[in-house]
């Protein structure tokens, strides 16, 4: 309504202005990520713009390189463990904190997203130390422990926008057709929330993906993360690989967003688009 | 429960009450419903009425009291035990299930074989008038197509007990009345025991076989519609029902009141002194020229008409008393002839039975 007033009544100028800051501020929050692409199809030895020959050889390279493909599969396996513990936890703090009502619950729900605003260096230095001792320094295992709290609250936040469009009274009805409380979940709340809580695991996976300051603190020489790898490239070597890989990691990012809409576009057909 | 095709179980409230914090939502709710009964709660909104419903239930727990059905004390149970069939007020359809489905879920929950759930799924999606309409989501069926894969779903698994919450709320008059008979019609044949929640009076008198008036959490009266109609325990139940005229009468002496410039017999005994509310329904009251002659057993009093309101098949008259107490007459209509205008003088009589008496609001 406001928009459309807003197009009413300004004039043709205006909305011309007004175009052109939009599009400004759009090249400015996609130029530094878009600028990568070209760069990984040069031809030559050395990162310059614009490339000065075309060429596929820095995909080859990533393709060829064990240590590359190592990192890739580590980073992916620690994200999917990760993207699972956050998922479950997340849509398991979700949920109890959507039905119970008990005092301090804006306190809980504060700590729970506490992740989303603490510093990273903090959370590296502490989860350094919580580690040490348990011997979990350099275990993958470890690096998808820490990634999962600190990809809970994506989940969190999602899983509870999801259940705020959740009518409780389908709870009621299951429950009262002689569906148990798992079978309710299973068959009733789980279907229904089921967008959000894999918008959550997307949004778990990538943070996790290409998290790098409390990868860096527990990482060990053999369990190097794709994020870490590619540092450690861009401050060694600064070759044209490193704008591939960006290309490959850009693209895995983007398919999963395409993902995560598509889901929750189809949830939203399904349901008539009322819900 | 001799005879198997009847459904329905008794079930029995004793002394039960639900306590939120400091303040009572329902207290002291006696009810016995026989098998197969059809009882209404009826009430204006915080009368307590759905929370009773909750309570039968299970997603309430009563603070004080015991619920039985079929004999059985249910209290301790949870809801997905108690057997019990509900039709929610916004239908509570799974909406990611066809109507299929969501009826076929408590028949899937009671782990029933595959064959025998797809065959009670059809024949109950025939009975309601949506076979062809079996693999519609929730979504794509109307409002009135909705309600009823509610109640297939509530009685598929055939639930010794019914509760329904404002079933008909959200449809529009015409649908209403459609649903209102098909509801009764299923209900018969299966002689289910129902309790149904409903605000709308007219609703409860023309389904219930009782019907439990509710207010601020304690049970007015319960009766069948009739005897409700008829003989109301209070003002409030005699005004939810109906339109009322309530004139003010005293005591002249035993057997007797005065109503203004009449006496009238009276069979209660009355108060022994101050005033007696006296109602009257409007339609009980007759309209007669001045100087027609009473039927025996009338009381009769002279009036002057007010005004007058032709409404299709009956004239409503509103005339003032020598008292000044303003009365109401519902005139049906056998023909369009006569009538009478404002400012003519007129006689109102009605039977000496049709008068009620309220002391303090309670029936006297």
Redesign the interface.
């Known amino acids: 309504m406001s928009a459309r007033a807003l197009r009413l009544s300004a004039g043709l100028p205006a909305r011309v202005a007004l175009g052109a800051v939009a599009l400004l501020v759009a090249l400015f929050l996609v130029f530094p990520v878009v600028i990568v692409i070209p760069l990984s199809f040069s031809g030559s030895e050395f990162l310059s713009f614009p490339p000065e020959s075309w060429s596929l050889r820095w995909y080859a390279d990533f393709f060829t390189t064990a240590r590359w493909l190592e990192s890739a599969w580590l980073s992916i396996w620690i994200a999917v463990v990760a993207a699972i513990l956050a998922t479950v936890l997340g849509t398991a703090a979700a949920l109890g904190l959507a039905r119970a009502k008990f005092p301090g619950r804006a306190v809980v729900t504060a700590f729970l997203l506490s992740p989303l605003v603490v510093p990273a260096i903090i959370v590296s230095i502490g989860v350094y130390f919580f580690y040490a001792p348990l011997g979990l320094v350099g275990s993958p295992i470890g690096i998808a422990i820490a990634h999962a709290t600190l990809a809970s609250p994506f989940v969190l936040v999602n899983v509870t926008a999801a259940l705020a469009g959740f009518d409780p009274r389908l709870e009621q009805a299951a429950k009262n057709l002689g569906a148990s409380g798992w079978s309710t979940f299973r068959l009733v709340t789980f279907p229904i929330i089921k967008p959000g809580v894999m918008a959550g695991a997307v949004f778990a996976f990538i943070a996790s993906f290409d998290e790098m300051i409390v990868a860096l603190f527990i990482t060990s020489p053999g369990n190097v993360t794709l994020p870490i790898r590619m540092w450690e490239s861009m401050r060694n070597e600064i070759s044209p690989a490193i704008a591939a890989v960006s290309t490959l990691v850009i693209l895995l990012s983007v398919s999963l967003f395409f993902v995560a809409a598509r889901i929750q576009a189809r949830a939203v057909a399904r349901s008539g688009g009322d819900r | 429960m001799t005879d198997p095709s009847r459904l329905g179980a008794p079930v029995r409230f004793e002394g039960v009450g639900k306590r939120y914090g400091r303040s009572w939502a329902v207290r002291g709710f006696d009810l016995e419903i026989a098998a197969g009964e059809f009882v209404s709660l009826l009430g204006a909104s915080g009368s307590g009425k759905t929370t009773s419903l909750m309570m039968l239930?299970?997603?309430e727990t009563p603070t004080e009291g015991r619920i039985a059905v079929g004999g059985r004390t249910v209290d301790a149970m949870?809801?997905?035990?108690?057997?019990?069939?509900?039709v929610?007020?916004?239908y509570?359809?799974?909406?990611?299930m066809t109507a299929a489905e969501n009826v076929d879920?408590?028949l899937r929950?009671?782990g029933r074989p595959k064959a025998e759930r797809e065959a009670a799924v059809a024949k109950m999606l025939d009975i309601v008038g949506l076979a062809h309409l079996a693999d519609r989501?929730?979504?794509?069926l109307s409002g009135g197509q909705q309600q009823r894969v509610a109640l297939a779903?509530?009685i598929v698994?055939e639930p010794p007990v019914l509760l329904m919450d404002e079933p008909l709320g959200a449809l529009d008059k015409h649908l209403r009345a459609t649903l209102q008979a098909e509801i009764k019609r299923i209900q018969a044949r299966l002689g289910l025991t129902v309790l149904f929640v409903t605000h709308d009076q007219e609703e409860a008198l023309t389904m219930s076989d009782r019907i439990c008036v509710m207010r601020d959490g304690a049970i007015l009266q319960v009766d069948a519609p009739e005897t409700i109609y008829d003989r109301p325990a209070d003002t409030y139940v005699a005004a939810f029902f109906g339109e009322s005229n309530a004139l003010t009468a005293v005591p002249e002496g035993p057997g007797a009141v005065r109503l203004g410039p009449v006496v009238a017999p009276w069979p209660g005994a009355g108060p022994a002194a101050g005033a007696l509310e006296i109602a009257i329904r409007p339609e009980r009251i007759a309209i007669a020229d001045e100087d027609a002659p009473v039927p025996p057993a009338h009381v009769a009093v002279f009036a002057t008409v007010r005004e007058t309101t032709f409404v299709g098949d009956r004239r409503v008259y509103l005339a003032a008393l020598d008292t000044g107490e303003a009365v109401q007459v519902n005139q049906p209509l056998a023909d369009l002839s006569g009538g009478h205008r404002p400012g003519e003088r007129v006689r109102l009589h009605w039977a000496t039975t049709a008068m009620r008496g309220f002391v303090d609001g309670r029936a006297a």
């Open positions: 239930a299970g997603f949870p809801p997905a035990k108690r057997d019990i069939g509900m929610f007020q916004s509570a359809l799974f909406p990611h879920f408590p929950m009671r989501l929730p979504s794509q779903r509530a698994f």
